[in-house]
């Protein structure tokens, strides 16, 4: 090349990569954006219009690099995608809890994936692109990715109620201890493949890596119960973030960096919201096994419930003039949420205030119950926080406890011996006439009895919470249509 | 040859300005000019999220983490670069491309269900007729 054509197109090249690069800035002011009209439910749909439009930015800026010259290997992945994405946009929204751990478990096997191609292409083409610094976030990268994968897996797998895997959490003798050797081991390989890059035994370390990441995913997962899955999925939710900024770090990438970051803070944020929701720390989450053992030593003295009749609950709720429903995990499981509306429209109707109390923990994911009762149209103003809430509690007239179970357990306030103690609860107690819909006589997801049931204001209905309430709906309705 | 040169200099990190610059320069000290750059670039961010999303409403828990799923999957950036970077072998560029069509689904199922779990939040129930979305 002639040294003028060597400047041209080098000039060409730096224009481009400027066009680029403001593309990329570009982006991260639509997610930045995005993320802030997301506050509000007003604007909550323009945040989502914004993040596409960034997104798609993003992706058309980064085909058009130039270094980007295989056009079909681009093309044929991204058309195979639409049709697997739009089928997982459509599930019902009980399955969203395990499609959003799904989701997770996507973006940690392509970070993975990346961090690894990465790895060993500049280990055999280019060794010097591996400094001790892109190689220590590689290993970062990975780590986090294939963790991510595999633990979002087992998290989907459980939240889906799948066969072969146990409900319960999985807990053997020193299976703590086994996890921290692992993740001793994995830390000084990873340390020492960042000083080392090029040794020749540092692609077999990075193999090893890889296996152990992929081991600690199901390994961290496989112990923690379904009552701790809203936490478990926000801290997943958080290391993908974490994982798409170290893939930023390898790449000298700032869009990867920042809009991994604002994921990255916003499963950190809903983590420790799940967290002081159930009154525990990270690390007992995650170390905990939580209610394994403390159900078994729950099981001493038998109490007697009182059941009650349909018809007669009906009576009671038709009387009231405030009444609180408190929705958990039964209602998203028996798909109850119409019939709920139902019941919601029969009670307005007679001039009787309804109100839901939200507990942060309630479901399987941050904000389950919200989005299943706008699906059934119930107007977000009468979903009410739980502190919020527990101020009117003293005025209410019926409780109504729809598959909520440790979210109500006045154990939380008074027995410093319950596994669930110090959590905040919804004051169900405090109400005049308590009805509690459920299943059956079992205890709960976490194994705990409930002194809530066994109160004098207190009448169960045990059925399905669809069934149930459809028998509410019917009992209240002839009444109302004459 | 002076392809995959212009290649490595395009991906060393390269300021404003400096694009396309000749390779001989040392990758280490340009490298820690910027990783500073990046740290802050990472710190910011992460304040600004933090910021941002302590005022989202409890009640768009689950249509933030999605949205927030699908900003994440932001690694489609790494994904086309390594399937459709020419340089590549195939194995690593299946890798690519394998990483793409994870990124992509979460991209499309990710903005999609935010939507539509976002058309269903209403202050009113729309009157009887006008159903609202449907």
Known sequence: MTPALVVASMSFQGLASHAIELAYLIATGLFVLSLHWMGDPK????????????????????????????HLWVLLPILAAIVPGIWLAKVPLTAVPQRTALSHAFGGLAAGLVGSAKFFYWLHHQPEMLTAFRTGAIVVEVLLGFLTFTGSIIAAAKLQEVKWLPQRPWVYKGQNVVNLIAFGVAAVLGVLIACFP??????????????????FGWMLVMP?????????????????????????FVLDNKLLIT????????????????CKAMNRSFFNVLFGAFGQVQAKAAGGEQKDYKPDTAENAAAILAEASLVVIVPGYGMAVAQAQHKVRELYDQLRKRGITVKFAIHPVAGRMPGHMNVLLAEA????????????????????????????????NPAARSDT??????????????????????RS????????????YFLD?????????????GDLVKHLAPQSGH | MDQTQDMQASDTPAGPGVAGQPVDVPAHGEGNLDLVGMLFVFMLATFIGIGVIRRVSRLLHTPLMSLTNAISAIAVVGAIIVSGGEEYPLVIRVMGAVALFASMTNIISGFMITDRMLRMFKEQRGRAGEGGGR
């Not at chain 1, 809009?259 to 799940?274: E, F, P, V």
């Not at chain 1, 006589?441 to 809530?452: H, R, T, V, W, Y």
């Open chain 1, 198 to 215: 090029h040794a020749a035994w540092a692609p077999w370390a990075f193999g090893a890596l890889i296996f152990l990441s992929l081991n």
């Open chain 1, 43 to 70: 604007t909550a749909r323009r945040g989502v219009y914004a993040g596409a439009g960034g997104m798609a930015v993003a992706v058309l800026a980064t085909w058009a690099r130039p270094e980007v010259a295989k």
């Open chain 1, 377 to 408: 149209e119930i107007p977000y103003t009468d979903l009410v926080e739980m502190d919020e809430i527990n101020t009117d509690m003293s005025q209410c007239d019926v409780c109504l406890v729809l598959g909520a179970n440790d979210v109500v």
């Open chain 1, 224 to 248: 923690i119960g379904g009552a701790d899955m809203p936490t478990v999925i926000a801290i997943l939710n958080a290391y993908a973030g974490l994982a798409a900024v170290a893939m930023g």
């Open chain 1, 417 to 438: 011996k319950s596994p669930i103690f110090g959590m905040p609860i919804i004051d169900a107690d405090k109400a005049r006439t308590v009805f509690a819909v459920k």
């Open chain 1, 259 to 274: 809009a991994g970051a604002l994921d990255g803070s916003s499963g950190l944020i809903l983590s420790i919201i799940m």
């Open chain 1, 441 to 452: 006589k079992s205890p709960g997801f976490a194994g705990i009895d409930n002194e809530l």
């Open chain 1, 457 to 469: 204001k207190t009448w169960m209905l045990f059925g399905d919470a669809k069934a149930v309430v």
